[in-house]
């Protein structure tokens, strides 16, 4: 719990990145119907279930970078409990593991994310769980069957994996004789596709999916090793199974291993035909490989016991945590502390900067990204509930392709997340008499890009209140 503690230390230091905008938007919504038309349809990949719930978090305490990251922590760290109950017979390997996905980097980096993973995380580790207890009782629990519905409604990675777990109860049911249990499996099975069949049924398949169409790389099957677990830890359960070269206990590979590569065989096959995989979807699979890192890692330290001192032993594991922290940091540095994009600070600095230029109105250009929802967000949260004199700025979209004709007019410029939109911007603000780029403090510099026409007063604190990697905390 100590460990999870930590991840709330800078759940609101940053701003709301581009992925996080969808998350927030959502939530800004006042209509649930508006919601669905504006958000759910065009994020095919999260079925809305988590921004229904970040939806009613944002009626009941409002929208702000830790209302709406709060929950993900809370689902982290739950998960993370969770996992010390695994049906195991050894107890430390079980206490061991929650403790590994605590530590490990991903679980710092999606605690204080407003995206889904945080919840998929939890629902993949109660999945497992509840698969592990089938095999004991072989019977299909309530919170099993749950479990895999919901996972359905929050990604279709957690579609993959409980339905992976669901097909595996099923033909053990088959196989017993057990044909009334098998059928609940088949009517769980058919409403885990009800998302996917309405979003065929209303003909917006292939009008949403094409955008999440990624291109595969073999380099991708390392980003899904860094999702699945830190460096360091992988290093250490490596290291332990070819130092005692004993197995892993025998329920591990039936209930886990087994399963974990199904999943991996089937996202891996589906890739290769049509490519719909980031590495960190497989999060699915990090509650297995911590059962099964701490499995290894507590018997080493039974083999080490015998063979070594006790300080020898606890050198190794202060190692193991200057390593953990370092990898950790590293992270942070790159996802958290950046930030990675910066809107808040963008906003920040256009209204302090409008605030001294007197009472004209000014024209803000945003440059449009791969979707428009996300530029709406930026306007409404980060511009208008900033501040009452904001109302003098008047937000326009321009597509790409007409960067040359419509910036002319512009006092401000922003390009969001595309590295090609920034890029583009950019090279048309060094070859553009009468504009100058801002330096805005991100760990991305590709992704976050302001500039502003000549001539117009500078706000007196602007500059001095981003210097902080952070920007500053806008009054809503």
Request: with cysteine; aromatic share 12%; charged share 15%.
């Amino acid at each position: 719990m100590a460990v999870c503690l930590l991840h709330l230390l800078w759940i609101s230091s940053s701003s709301f990145w581009f992925d996080e905008l969808f998350t927030a938007g959502s939530a800004l919504e006042q209509s649930l119907s508006h919601a669905f038309e504006r958000w759910y349809f065009n994020d095919l990949n999260s079925p809305p279930l988590y921004s229904l719930l970040t939806l009613l978090v944002g009626r009941i305490v409002g929208v702000d970078e830790f209302t709406m990251r709060f929950p993900s922590w809370l689902f982290v760290t739950a998960n993370c409990l969770f996992l010390t109950a695994a049906p195991t017979r050894d107890t430390r390997a079980r206490r061991l593991a929650g403790l590994l996905l605590a530590v490990t980097p991903f679980a710092f980096v999606y605690a204080q994310e407003a995206r889904s993973y945080g919840l998929l995380l939890l629902e993949s580790t109660i999945v497992l769980l509840a698969y592990m207890r089938f095999t004991q009782e072989h019977r299909l629990s309530p919170v099993f069957l749950i479990g895999v519905l919901v996972a359905s409604l929050t990604h279709y990675f957690g579609l993959l994996f409980g339905g992976m777990l669901l097909m595996l109860a099923f033909v053990t049911l088959v196989r017993r004789g057990a044909l009334k249990e098998a059928a609940k499996a088949i009517a769980v099975g058919v409403l885990c596709w009800g998302w996917v069949i309405y979003v065929v049924a209303i003909g917006k398949l292939a009008e949403l999916a094409q955008p999440f169409w990624i291109a595969w790389s073999w380099t991708e099957l390392f980003r899904i090793l860094m999702n699945l677990s830190s460096v360091t830890l992988a290093g250490l359960a490596a290291g332990s199974w070819l130092w005692h070269r004993r197995p892993l206990s025998s329920d591990l590979w039936r209930l886990v291993v087994v399963p974990s590569l199904s999943v991996c065989a089937a996202a891996l096959a589906v890739s290769l035909y049509q490519p719909l995989i980031l590495g960190r979807y497989f999060i699915v699979l990090a509650p297995a490989v911590a059962l099964l890192t701490a499995d290894v890692v507590v018997k080493a330290w039974d083999v080490a016991a015998r063979l070594f001192s006790a300080r020898a032993r606890y050198a190794i594991v202060g190692l193991v945590v200057v390593l953990l922290t370092a990898e950790n940091v590293t992270w942070m540095r790159r996802q958290k502390w950046g930030p990675y994009q910066n809107y808040r600070a963008v906003a920040e600095f256009v209204i302090q900067d409008a605030e001294a230029a007197g009472d004209d109105p000014l024209v803000v250009s945003i440059v449009l990204p791969s979707s428009r929802p996300p530029v709406g967000t930026l306007e409404q949260h980060y511009f208008k509930r900033a501040d009452q004199k904001a109302n003098r700025l008047r937000v326009q979209l321009i597509e790409p392709g007409e960067l040359a004709q419509r910036a002319a007019e512009s006092h401000y410029l922003i390009a969001m997340h595309r590295p090609v939109n920034v890029a583009q911007v950019r090279r048309y603000v060094a070859g553009t008499p009468g504009f100058v780029e801002i330096d805005i403090p991100t760990s991305c510099k590709s992704m976050t890009f302001l500039a502003k026409r000549t001539g117009i007063a500078s706000g007196s604190g602007a500059s001095n209140d981003l210097s902080s990697a952070g920007g500053v905390r806008l009054a809503s």
